[in-house]
Protein backbone atom coordinates (compact mmCIF):
# COMPACT_ATOMS: atom_id res chain seq x y z
CA UNK A 1 0.00 0.00 0.00
CA UNK A 2 1.48 3.06 -1.31
CA UNK A 3 1.35 6.28 1.07
CA UNK A 4 1.92 10.10 0.44
CA UNK A 5 3.08 12.64 2.43
CA UNK A 6 2.74 16.42 1.28
CA UNK A 7 5.09 18.82 3.51
CA UNK A 8 5.38 22.70 2.69
CA UNK A 9 2.49 24.48 2.67
CA UNK A 10 1.45 27.87 4.43
CA UNK A 11 0.91 31.40 4.48
CA UNK A 12 2.72 33.98 2.01
CA UNK A 13 1.95 36.80 0.59
CA UNK A 14 1.17 38.00 -3.21
CA UNK A 15 4.21 37.84 -5.58
CA UNK A 16 5.99 35.48 -3.04
CA UNK A 17 6.97 31.64 -3.49
CA UNK A 18 6.35 28.20 -1.83
CA UNK A 19 7.93 25.13 -2.68
CA UNK A 20 5.63 21.82 -2.11
CA UNK A 21 7.17 18.34 -1.48
CA UNK A 22 5.53 15.17 -1.61
CA UNK A 23 7.03 11.48 -0.27
CA UNK A 24 5.48 8.14 -1.81
CA UNK A 25 6.51 5.65 0.52
CA UNK A 26 6.76 1.69 -1.50
CA UNK A 27 7.92 1.05 -4.80
CA UNK A 28 6.80 3.07 -7.90
CA UNK A 29 6.64 1.78 -11.61
CA UNK A 30 8.35 3.28 -14.87
CA UNK A 31 4.54 4.04 -16.10
CA UNK A 32 3.24 5.97 -12.87
CA UNK A 33 2.58 10.07 -12.81
CA UNK A 34 2.90 11.57 -10.02
CA UNK A 35 1.60 14.97 -9.79
CA UNK A 36 -0.38 18.17 -7.62
CA UNK A 37 -4.63 19.07 -7.34
CA UNK A 38 -5.67 21.91 -5.59
CA UNK A 39 -9.45 21.66 -3.70
CA UNK A 40 -10.49 24.91 -3.49
CA UNK A 41 -12.32 26.01 0.37
CA UNK A 42 -16.40 25.74 -0.18
CA UNK A 43 -16.23 23.84 -3.04
CA UNK A 44 -15.33 19.99 -1.51
CA UNK A 45 -16.31 18.19 -4.43
CA UNK A 46 -14.43 20.00 -7.05
CA UNK A 47 -10.33 19.05 -7.89
CA UNK A 48 -8.56 21.14 -10.17
CA UNK A 49 -5.31 19.31 -11.32
CA UNK A 50 -2.63 21.79 -11.31
CA UNK A 51 0.78 20.03 -12.97
CA UNK A 52 1.76 16.50 -13.28
CA UNK A 53 4.75 14.67 -14.17
CA UNK A 54 5.79 11.14 -15.45
CA UNK A 55 8.61 8.96 -14.77
CA UNK A 56 10.42 10.10 -18.06
CA UNK A 57 9.86 13.68 -16.93
CA UNK A 58 6.59 14.80 -19.52
CA UNK A 59 4.81 17.27 -17.35
CA UNK A 60 1.61 19.08 -17.84
CA UNK A 61 0.44 22.51 -16.25
CA UNK A 62 -3.54 23.44 -16.05
CA UNK A 63 -3.49 26.90 -18.15
CA UNK A 64 -3.31 29.29 -15.27
CA UNK A 65 -0.40 28.22 -13.74
CA UNK A 66 1.85 28.11 -17.00
CA UNK A 67 4.78 29.98 -16.34
CA UNK A 68 4.61 30.16 -12.32
CA UNK A 69 4.98 26.71 -11.16
CA UNK A 70 7.12 24.37 -11.85
CA UNK A 71 6.72 20.49 -11.16
CA UNK A 72 9.81 17.97 -10.61
CA UNK A 73 9.97 14.56 -9.47
CA UNK A 74 13.32 12.12 -8.44
CA UNK A 75 12.48 8.80 -9.22
CA UNK A 76 15.76 7.44 -6.80
CA UNK A 77 13.88 9.01 -3.56
CA UNK A 78 10.25 8.73 -4.74
CA UNK A 79 9.56 12.72 -4.25
CA UNK A 80 7.82 14.85 -6.51
CA UNK A 81 7.95 18.50 -5.44
CA UNK A 82 6.23 21.92 -7.15
CA UNK A 83 8.09 24.66 -6.97
CA UNK A 84 5.53 27.83 -6.55
CA UNK A 85 6.71 31.81 -7.79
CA UNK A 86 4.26 34.67 -8.06
CA UNK A 87 2.17 33.41 -5.85
CA UNK A 88 -2.10 35.18 -6.66
CA UNK A 89 -5.00 34.90 -4.00
CA UNK A 90 -6.55 32.60 -6.60
CA UNK A 91 -3.86 30.24 -5.90
CA UNK A 92 -4.90 29.72 -2.28
CA UNK A 93 -6.34 26.26 -1.84
CA UNK A 94 -5.77 23.11 -0.49
CA UNK A 95 -2.63 20.80 -2.23
CA UNK A 96 -3.03 17.26 -2.62
CA UNK A 97 -0.04 15.21 -4.15
CA UNK A 98 -1.71 12.05 -6.14
CA UNK A 99 0.01 8.91 -7.56
CA UNK A 100 -0.94 7.15 -10.71
CA UNK A 101 0.17 3.64 -10.60
CA UNK A 102 -2.11 1.53 -13.18
CA UNK A 103 -4.56 0.64 -11.95
CA UNK A 104 -4.56 2.78 -9.01
CA UNK A 105 -4.60 6.02 -8.09
CA UNK A 106 -3.33 6.94 -4.18
CA UNK A 107 -4.09 10.70 -2.53
CA UNK A 108 -2.07 12.33 0.11
CA UNK A 109 -3.79 14.13 2.53
CA UNK A 110 -3.45 17.73 1.48
CA UNK A 111 -1.58 20.76 2.52
CA UNK A 112 -3.12 23.86 2.71
CA UNK A 113 -1.40 26.87 0.94
CA UNK A 114 -3.10 30.55 1.57
CA UNK A 115 -2.04 33.77 -0.23
CA UNK A 116 -2.85 36.72 1.22
CA UNK A 117 -1.19 40.16 2.41
Known amino acids: QVQLVESGGGLVQPGGSLKLSCAAS????????LGWYRQVPGRQHQRELV?????????NYTDSVKGRFTISRDNAKNTVDLQMNSLKPEDTATYIC?????????WGPGTQVTVSS
Open 26 to 33: GRLSASST
Open 98 to 106: YLYDYPRKY
Open 51 to 59: ARITWGGDT
